[in-house]
């Protein structure tokens, strides 16, 4: 009776330790199944997040977006999903010594909180539970490994000169600007804007002047002849998605921004950017190249929710951190 009193009492303490808790499934990634423990800690790293986006962190009564956090949470969680399928397709696994590296980090993260029980105390915080902890650091590396080995140096994917350069080419951009901020131009914006357009499009304007003029927005008065910006830059903000539909010399009609009311030029690149920046264009394409095989994977992928991701929110997410 004794030995089996001790046996429970391992099982007791490997269970607070190491995440042997019952936790129902939350989603279903292809074969994988992820628990609600897991979906807690990232809806509430979501709310953070949108939290502070919205530059309410420090408002009682803000509230966040239940469904832009659990639509950003799905998303990560699916991704990483992926990615360690896509290792284990490719036999890409942890060698021992970064499991070793692994075990040693979190030996000395729980020193530094006092022992086992400020460790655990202080994941309770983040809403994460110690298994999602150990998920989550082992995420990284797979990451960074299904990285290197398709869009690497000698990676599946990897650039060319001839392929660098036509990346370049079509996703980088010189741009110069003018925006009328919201705050600076309350009362008629759109109808301030439209008289600017109309004088930036007279023949022989000056629009470098222009902007010098009217621009109240000092990091492009700061870069008057002009902003780099990549393809990627671009899509995601609804002032510049147009650019790489002008020609060099072409002009935006008003776009609205998120601050303000913009017009904007497209420029010819310097002729030594290239050379000058081949180490951060050949990172931004392999990020891009890597994003387009995520997406890619995850539309092929099978994704279901079950009733635990519906009926989670902000409040009874702390419920399944166990």
Do not use: H
């Amino acid at each position: 009776m004794k030995k089996y009193r001790n046996i429970l009492c391992c099982l007791a303490a490997l269970c607070l330790l190491g995440g042997c808790s019952p936790s129902p499934t939350a989603i279903v990634v292809g074969k994988n199944k992820v628990d609600a423990a897991e979906l807690a800690f990232y809806l509430e790293y979501n709310r953070l997040n949108l939290q502070s986006q919205d530059g309410s962190a420090e408002e009682e009564d803000a509230d966040p977006s239940l469904e832009e956090a659990k639509e950003a949470a799905l998303e990560q969680i699916v991704t990483a999903e992926i990615v360690r399928q896509q290792c284990g397709k490719l036999g890409l696994e942890l060698s021992k010594e970064e499991k070793e590296e692994l075990e040693q980090n979190k030996d000395e993260l729980i020193e530094a909180q006092g022992g086992t029980a400020g460790y655990l105390k202080s994941l309770r915080q983040s809403a994460m539970a110690d298994r999602v902890y150990d998920k989550f650091q082992e995420n990284t590396l797979y990451y960074d490994k299904l990285y290197d080995y398709m869009v690497g140096e000698g990676g599946e994917y990897s650039f060319s000169d001839v392929g660098l350069r036509q990346f370049f080419s079509e996703n980088y951009a010189t741009v110069q600007y003018i925006r009328l901020g919201f705050s600076s131009a309350p009362e008629r914006g759109m109808d301030r804007a439209q008289t600017i357009l109309e004088q930036a499009q007279v023949p022989g304007a000056d629009f470098t002047q222009m902007a010098a003029l009217y621009n109240d927005d000092p990091y492009m008065t700061e870069n008057i002849q002009g902003i780099v910006m990549t393809a990627s830059q671009c899509e995601n903000s609804p002032q510049f998605e147009t650019v790489f539909d002008l020609k060099e010399g072409e002009i935006t009609g008003v776009l609205v921004g998120t601050d303000g009311y913009y017009i904007v030029k497209r420029l010819p690149l310097a002729v030594t950017y290239y050379d000058d920046n081949q180490e951060a264009i050949l990172q931004e394409a392999r990020d891009v190249q890597f994003n387009e095989l995520l997406e890619e994977w995850t539309e092929e992928a099978s994704v279901r929710t079950t009733d635990i991701y519906k009926k989670m929110d902000f409040d009874n997410l702390w419920d399944y951190v166990e």
